[in-house]
Nanobody, 114 residues
């Protein structure tokens, strides 16, 4: 299993970013996928989950209405569109298979700051 996250960066409060996660090494369309994040000194937090076909999604209360998870089963990629970003969204963001593969990528850093 290989998961490669990208798209992070520095953005001002209220701004937007789109994260991508390229997956390989397993039958992508057979698995749900999730986005997690981890801020320094904090536990890893589940942010969003999407089912195999993309027909159902779930979000943490802290991001509901601001973040949107989607997937492309042809490109073996999931996305996280993040709008109205807040300083508290600053974290390293990771994607993961559902159920957890036990293998994590390097993550992508998102910093929300003026």
């Amino acid at each position: 299993v290989q998961l490669v996250e990208s798209g992070g960066g520095l953005v001002q409060p209220g701004g937007s970013l789109r994260l991508s996660c390229a997956a390989s090494g397993f039958p992508f369309s057979s698995y749900g996928m999730s986005w997690y994040r981890q801020a320094p000194g904090k536990e890893r937090e589940l942010v969003a989950t999407i089912t195999r076909t993309g027909g159902n999604t779930k979000y943490a209360d802290s991001v509901k209405g601001r973040f949107t998870v989607s997937r492309d089963n042809v490109k073996n990629t999931i996305y996280l569109q993040m709008n109205s970003l807040k300083p508290e969204d600053t974290s390293v963001y990771y994607c993961q298979r559902v159920p957890d593969s036990g293998s994590w990528g390097q993550g992508t850093q998102v910093t929300v700051s003026s």
